[in-house]
């Protein structure tokens, strides 16, 4: 029996009133034309029925700020690129979400029938799960959803030491063996953050475990916590109830305090009910993140049509509040991701779904070339504003790199030798979203230090001139790639959005999603270049670069 579980995604976000239409284009610079946005205002995830995908979404019809009464907006689509806005799946109505309708998940119960568990604010801002299921099965599209009358199915309470402040987000639950369903909802205990678990034998009535699946003192607040099993080899994804030797398990945490989100890979051990990280993963300053931009609240779901694990995250603005009012919305989905295990077990991997490669038109080649050093070259023929574009570098005279005397935080690095700074290997990489006199433009590189007798991959992406406007956050982030560029390409794609540029380095371990205003790059005024401003050449073994279309997002 195939368990497949589907999730509803937690995303913070706000967004503006009407879909992506080309006369909004010049009026709304920073809209983005295939990164799904809802109709307006605040937007949680989607799941696979009878062949659609449902994306539900938390959302603020009334305005550009979050506020704590919440509902479910729902759209659905046939291919994770293209949308349809269809009517709000979950309101406040009952006295256990009054308050608000928040974040939560769904599992796909044996006979294909679908089941939420959300998070619910009561009358007193108490926070307790909700169950709720689709009125009619035969409807594809899920339009209706009926919530349970024994709502709140779990309730916290003094008795069982749990803070009703900091009770939320359960996950998409996994049957084990004997039979039980299993769910963990993210906690805290002063500063111990804490997934707890809980057990069903119906779905209905659940008992929390004596021990939680995994906690950590100093970490605080678990928000959205997402827990999954990736193959040992290969980057097919297997159902979320799927254990034993062949696979590893991942468990990710939102962390309020830090407002990232972070992975630990490990062993889940069925016997005691516990996630057990790898040796790697037990110092908390170990935990790895999805994304070293704007990344928060992600979750991950099992399309069962394409044996994938898929992960969608939220990226917040980095404008003004005045400005998120002015331009009507605030926040975007990034676009999914396929996920999986690294065949080192190190370290996941990811890359944008193979359907948005739909939106590319009008290739742009270009055939290997040398890049000297301080070269700029521009790239013609895209829609700069709105591109897809894949670059690859060969590098030569490692004993040009810079030498980095002591271990030091990449994004501080990143900050301190941004584009501008000169070295032997690097920087060199992309200008996006750049100006016709590159008074505007955020800088995506490499640069490559000799540390401890190795050669260490710098990836950044650097904002510190994307924009004339001084009110907004202009912060650079970076992380190093875990590659050996004596024997590995250096790699980078980067899909560039009018306000977003997610870029995915080493074939996709590191990314980083930026979002960026300029005054000046918009439009048909962006352009795009590619640079050295090392002291050393280096070679482009492949360019590759297309116009994106507009995804096609309709309300109801």
């Known amino acids: 029996m195939s368990i497949r579980p589907i999730w509803l995604l937690t995303l913070f976000c706000i967004i503006h009133a009407n879909a992506i239409l080309p006369a909004k284009a ?63 799946a979950l309101i406040p109505s009952q006295p256990s979400d009054i308050n608000g309708c928040w974040s939560g998940s769904a599992t796909l119960l044996p006979g294909g029938k679908p089941v939420i568990i959300y998070t619910g604010l009561n009358s007193l801002d108490q926070q ?5 299921y689709p009125k009619n099965l035969s409807d594809p599209l899920l339009r209706e959803w009926v919530k349970s009358p024994k709502n709140p199915i779990i309730s916290p309470t003094i008795a069982n030491k749990i803070n009703s402040s900091s009770f939320r987000d359960p996950t998409t639950a996994w049957l084990g063996k004997d039979g039980h369903w299993r769910m963990i909802i993210g906690n805290k205990r002063i500063t111990r953050g804490v997934a707890i678990l809980y057990r069903s034998k119906d779905f209905v009535n659940w008992v929390k475990a004596k021990y939680p699946l995994y906690s950590a003192q100093g970490i605080g607040m678990l928000e959205c916590p997402d827990f999954y099993p990736v193959l040992n080899d290969g980057p ?26 972070y992975y630990l890979i490990g062993t889940y051990d069925t016997i005691i009910d516990k996630f057990v990280p790898d040796e790697a993963f037990k110092d908390k300053e170990s935990f790895l993140r999805y994304d070293y931009g704007k990344y928060y609240a992600s979750k991950t779901f099992f399309d069962d049509g394409k044996n994938r694990r898929v992960l969608w995250g939220w990226a917040n603005e980095s404008s003004s509040a005045a400005d998120d009012i002015k331009k009507g919305w605030s ?82 690095l990143c900050s301190r030798k941004g584009s501008a700074v000169r070295s032997g290997l690097g920087p060199f990489g992309l200008l996006v979203l750049a100006s016709k006199g590159l008074q505007e433009y955020t800088s995506v590189f490499f640069r490559i230090f000799k540390y401890q ?14 924009s004339l406007d001084s009110d907004i956050d202009k912060t650079t982030y970076g992380t190093f790639v875990d590659l050996d560029p004596l024997h590995e ?10 306000s977003v540029v997610e870029s995915f380095g080493g074939e996709g371990r590191a990314c980083i999603t930026t979002r960026v205003y300029p005054a000046l790059a918009i439009n048909d005024k962006a352009r795009l ?5 090392g002291t050393v050449n280096v070679k482009i073994t492949r360019l590759s670069a297309w116009s994106m279309k507009k995804a096609h997002i309709h309300g109801n």
């Not at 270049?529 to 401003?533: D, G, L, R, T, V």
């Open 236 to 261: 097919i994804g297997v159902d979320t109830s799927v254990n034993g030797n062949h696979v590893r398990h991942v468990l990710k945490v939102s962390l309020e305090d830090k407002k990232h989100d």
């Open 331 to 412: 926040g975007i989905q990034t676009i999914p991701r396929a996920i999986w295990l690294h065949k080192s077990g190190k370290q996941l991997v990811q890359w944008p779904v193979v359907e948005i490669e739909k939106l590319r038109s009008n290739r742009v080649k270009w055939p290997t070339k040398v890049l000297k050093g301080g070269e700029l070259l521009q790239v013609n023929g895209v829609t700069a504003a709105q591109a897809d574009v894949e670059i690859s570098f060969k590098v030569e005279k490692f004993e040009e790199a810079e030498v980095l005397d002591h271990w030091t935080d990449p994004e501080i």
């Open 489 to 498: 390409k250096l790699s980078l794609r980067s899909l560039i959005d009018h």
């Open 26 to 88: 010049t009026k709304e610079p920073y809209r983005t034309a295939y990164h799904f946005q809802p109709p307006k205002n605040w937007i949680n995830g989607p799941l696979r029925y009878k062949g659609l995908y449902h994306l539900f979404y938390q959302y603020n019809p009334e305005g550009v700020a979050w506020k704590k009464d919440l509902v479910w907006a729902h759209s659905i689509s046939k291919d994770l690129v293209n949308w349809a806005i269809i009517d709000h």
């Open 453 to 466: 007798h190795k050669n260490l991959v710098l990836l950044c992406s650097d904002q510190s001139r994307s």
């Open 128 to 132: 307790a799960q909700n169950i709720a």
């Open 529 to 533: 270049y590619a640079f050295n401003n």
